[in-house]
C-alpha cells in the first residue's frame, strides 16, 4: 500500500476511482502525497493538483469544515493541509436514518516541485472548496549550462 | 497504458450525463427530519430542490473550472453535477421545510406534520 493514496472506507467504485490507482502510480513521479492520514477518523479530503508554466494549483474538496479549523503550512517543500471536520451540533435524541458522511481530524501532505515562490502563495476556501495557487519562478541554476571541458 | 489512462480519465471529464451522488447523513428527531448533504464547491444559486409528489430532489450544478487534463498532475476530484434523489413520506409539513448550504454542505430540515408528532396519551381516570 503507498502511503496516503489509498483511502479507508473507500466507497463503492465510480467509473474514476476505479483508474485512480493507476493514476496515482503515473503520477507519483511528478508529486508524492506523503504519509497522511495517521489519525483513525479514515477521512481524508479528495485533491487535485495541477501544474503549468506558471504555476501549481491545488484544489481539495472539504465540505462541512470551517476556515478556522483548517491550516495550511509549508514546511521545505512540504505543502500540508490539515484540519478537522467537526460534527454539526448534537441534538438530543437523535434517530439516524443514513449515516455515510465521515468527521474527524486529517492531515494530507503535497511535495511540491522546485522553483516554487514561497513568498506568493495564495489560498482561499470557499463552499467547502480549498484553492491554493503556488507561483513558479524560472529558477536560474535550472537553466541548461554547458559544463566547459579543460 | 499512460495513453489509456488519459484517455478515460478526459471521458469522465467529459461526461455531461454524469453526476455525483453526494454523501448524506438522515436522521430523526422528535420534531424532524434532517438531510445533511456533502456537496463541495456548490453556490445557493446553482442548487435546485424540489419536492414532487414524495419524491425530493437535490441538484447542484458545478461552476468549477474544469482541469485541462494536460496540466493535472494528479486527480482525485470529479468534477461532475450533484445529483440525489431521496423519497419522502406523507408525514412532513411541506410547506415548512427549510434548506441552508454552508461550507459546501447542504441542510435540509422536513418538519413533521402534527399528526407525526410524538404526543403523550393522557390516561383518563374513571371517575
Request: hydrophobic share 35%; charged share 40%; glycine share 6%.
Amino acid at each position: 500500500m503507498k502511503w496516503g493514496i489509498s483511502r479507508r472506507n473507500e466507497q463503492p467504485e465510480w467509473g474514476v476511482d476505479s483508474f485512480r490507482k493507476e493514476i496515482d502510480q503515473l503520477f507519483n513521479d511528478f508529486f508524492s502525497i506523503g504519509p497522511s492520514s495517521l489519525s483513525e477518523s479514515g477521512w481524508m479530503p479528495t485533491v487535485d493538483v495541477e501544474e503549468d508554466d506558471k504555476e501549481v494549483r491545488i484544489r481539495a474538496e472539504i465540505p462541512g469544515i470551517e476556515e478556522k479549523d483548517l491550516s495550511v503550512t509549508l514546511e521545505n517543500d512540504i505543502l500540508t493541509i490539515a484540519g478537522e471536520k467537526k460534527e454539526e451540533k448534537k441534538e438530543e435524541n437523535r434517530r439516524y436514518v443514513v449515516s455515510e458522511r465521515r468527521f474527524g481530524s486529517f492531515h494530507r501532505a503535497i511535495r511540491l516541485p522546485e522553483g516554487i515562490d514561497r513568498d506568493k502563495i495564495e489560498a482561499g476556501f470557499k463552499n467547502g472548496v480549498l484553492k491554493i495557487a503556488i507561483p513558479l519562478v524560472e529558477a536560474p541554476e535550472k537553466k541548461r549550462m554547458k559544463i566547459a571541458l579543460k | 497504458m499512460a495513453n489509456e489512462v488519459k484517455k478515460l480519465r478526459k471521458d469522465a471529464y467529459n461526461c455531461e450525463e454524469c453526476v455525483i451522488v453526494p454523501t448524506a447523513d438522515i436522521y430523526e428527531t422528535a420534531e424532524e427530519y434532517v438531510i445533511r448533504a456533502d456537496m463541495p464547491g456548490t453556490r445557493k444559486e446553482n442548487l435546485d430542490i424540489t419536492l414532487e409528489k414524495n419524491q425530493l430532489d437535490i441538484y447542484g450544478r458545478l461552476d468549477e473550472e474544469l482541469t485541462s487534463e494536460e496540466s493535472l498532475k494528479y486527480g482525485e476530484y470529479r468534477l461532475h453535477n450533484y445529483h440525489r434523489t431521496f423519497v419522502v413520506g406523507d408525514g412532513i409539513d411541506r410547506e415548512k421545510i427549510n434548506a441552508t448550504l454552508e461550507n459546501g454542505v447542504l441542510t435540509l430540515a422536513l418538519p413533521k406534520s402534527e399528526k407525526l408528532k410524538p404526543r403523550k396519551i393522557e390516561i383518563k381516570t374513571e371517575a
